[in-house]
């Protein structure tokens, strides 16, 4: 079956610093990827849609800025989140979508991020 | 438009005893409905999928869940409870242009 690999599962990083998120779909191609938020005692909220070879489509109320997001290849897509704040801390998680079809949504496993 | 409900935000139930977490969707396309998991500081693993075969799914872990088109539903269930499902579940609905929409969870307490 389709694997999605998510990296770091954990970082905690310093205010006004920046962090990677890594995506990477391992055994299928990914047309579209997407990147999600999840605040405590909430459910997963949208954040934007990657496709390869284009610019992110954002979800209203979502820097782009601050949430940098490349989907340079078929297999791979990060987000970045600059000059991190306390409240960027939460609970991020990938999906991609099989270009193929056969596995439909696929996700990561999810990255915590603490800032101090 | 396309829409899913999770009707309880939290269930409680006995070990040994049957799970039934609701799930209500609408979707203006033929939708794929999910269901996933996700323990404590952990991501999202995925229970099962309705892709319009069979209507009764069944998933890991006894996880099964019954798609019906006239009631607009995709309820999981699972005959008995163990101390290791207490987690938290999603019902997730995709339609047209790869929108994926997730209902709001239900925690599942299961209680020894």
């Known amino acids: 079956g389709a694997v999605v690999s998510q990296h770091p599962s954990r970082v905690i990083c310093k205010s006004g610093t920046s962090v990677k998120i890594e995506c990477r779909s391992l055994?299928?191609?990914?047309?579209?990827m997407f990147w999600y938020r999840q605040f405590p005692k909430k459910s997963l909220m949208l954040m934007a849609t990657?496709?390869?070879?284009?610019?992110?489509?954002?979800e209203q109320g979502v820097e782009k800025d601050k949430f940098l997001i490349n989907h340079a290849s078929l297999t791979l897509s990060t987000l970045t989140v600059t000059s991190a704040h306390p409240e960027d801390s939460s609970f991020y998680i990938c999906s991609a979508w099989d270009r193929g079809g056969n596995y439909g949504y696929t996700f990561g496993s999810g990255t915590r991020l603490t800032v101090v | 438009a396309q829409s899913v409900t999770q009707l309880d935000s939290h269930v409680s139930v006995s070990e040994g005893t049957p799970v039934l977490l609701r799930c209500n969707y609408s979707?203006?396309?033929?939708?794929?409905l999910f269901w996933y998991v996700q323990h404590p500081n952990k991501g999202l693993q995925l229970l099962l999928k309705?892709?319009?075969?069979?209507?009764l799914v069944k998933g890991i872990n006894g996880f099964e869940a019954e798609f019906k088109k006239s009631e607009t539903s995709f309820h999981l269930t699972k005959p008995s409870a163990h101390m290791s499902d207490a987690a938290e579940f999603f019902c997730v609905v995709t339609g047209g242009y790869q929108k994926v929409t997730f209902g709001t969870g239900t925690k599942l307490q299961v209680i020894p």
């Open positions: 979707s203006s396309y033929s939708p794929s």
């Open positions: 990657s496709n390869e070879g284009s610019k992110a489509t954002y």
């Open positions: 309705y892709t319009s075969a069979a209507t």
């Open positions: 055994d299928f191609q990914a047309t579209t």
